[in-house]
């Protein structure tokens, strides 16, 4: 064993019982990000059943999406802002927000955005049944669609959690998982200009990008981050025209590409 194998071994004995503390930490914390995070899961991933995280893709197109759980101070705000720049823009909605703010769903849908799921009640799905994923995503899409005429084909895991069995029954009804590779971590309150830097740095080819619509610094970051991505020659399209159709496949990093 030469020096360097060495040095490593005795690192990783020594730190063994660190690494193993900190992540039972990550799993008592509930760092879904950590735990299902394709990059940090590596090649063992390849196993598993994934959501889309982004798009392999040769033109330069981005998608750009928005959660909506619980408040509703911007939503209006936002679908100013997309509309001055001519942008649609995809956003995920929870049943519960929707029983209390039909109006604001009707707004997005007269304004030409994608509605989408975000579950019925921002459950913890990995805790659910097959029945109860089924009925909690049927009880969703069916109150978006009695406001819009269209039934969401796209969802989105609350918290991002998922695991096999969550994405082979979103899959087996007819629906597709989406997740992100590019998060403004505007839910952080953030300033406008970390948010702007932050998305406009990590966006590349086939990006879909995480906001939400009560953060508090996206309405003031959205402007300048079109305005950046347009200037870069990006094309701003929902996420159900930056999916690739017919045969495809997830590597293990969550891209969506064409074998």
């Given at each position: 064993m030469n020096n360097s194998s060495y040095r490593v071994k005795r690192w990783v004995l020594r730190h063994k019982k660190e690494t193993v503390v900190l992540f039972a930490l990550c799993v008592l914390l509930?760092?879904?990000w950590l735990i299902n995070n394709p990059a940090i899961i590596g090649a063992s991933a390849t196993t598993r059943e994934l959501p889309i995280y982004c798009?392999?893709?040769?033109?330069?197109?981005?998608?750009?999406?928005?959660?909506?759980a619980w408040g509703n101070e911007d939503t209006q705000d936002l679908i100013d802002i997309l509309g001055k720049y001519k942008v649609k823009a995809t956003f995920f909605l929870v049943g519960t927000w929707v029983d209390k703010?039909?109006?604001?769903?009707?707004?997005?849908?007269?304004?030409?955005?994608e509605i989408m799921s975000h579950s019925d009640d921002h459950a913890h799905?990995?805790?659910?049944?097959?029945?109860?994923?089924?009925?909690?995503?049927?009880?969703?899409?069916?109150?978006?669609?009695?406001?819009?005429?269209?039934?969401?084909?796209?969802f989105r895991c609350p918290y991002g959690e998922y695991d096999d069995h969550v994405i082979k029954?979103?899959?087996?009804?007819?629906?597709?998982?989406?997740?992100?590779?590019?998060?403004?971590?505007?839910w952080k309150g953030i300033s406008a200009p970390e948010i702007t830097k932050r998305v406009t740095s990590k966006v590349v080819p086939g990006s879909i990008v995480?906001?939400?619509?009560?953060?508090?610094?996206?309405?003031?970051?959205?402007?300048?981050?079109?305005?950046?991505?347009?200037?870069?020659?990006y094309e701003i399209v929902p996420v159900s025209e930056i999916l690739l159709s017919g045969e495809y496949e997830i590597d293990h990093a969550g891209m969506q590409y064409k074998p």
């Open positions: 509930g760092f879904p798009v392999d893709r040769d033109n330069k197109c981005v998608s750009l999406t928005f959660d909506a703010y039909p109006e604001s769903v009707k707004a997005l849908a007269d304004a030409g955005h799905f990995a805790s659910l049944s097959e029945n109860e994923i089924v009925q909690n995503l049927n009880k969703c899409n069916d109150k978006i669609e009695k406001i819009t005429g269209v039934r969401p084909t796209l029954t979103v899959n087996s009804i007819g629906m597709t998982a989406i997740q992100w590779n590019v998060d403004s971590l505007d995480l906001f939400h619509n009560a953060a508090e610094n996206t309405p003031a970051a959205l402007p300048s981050i079109i305005e950046a991505l347009i200037a870069d020659g």
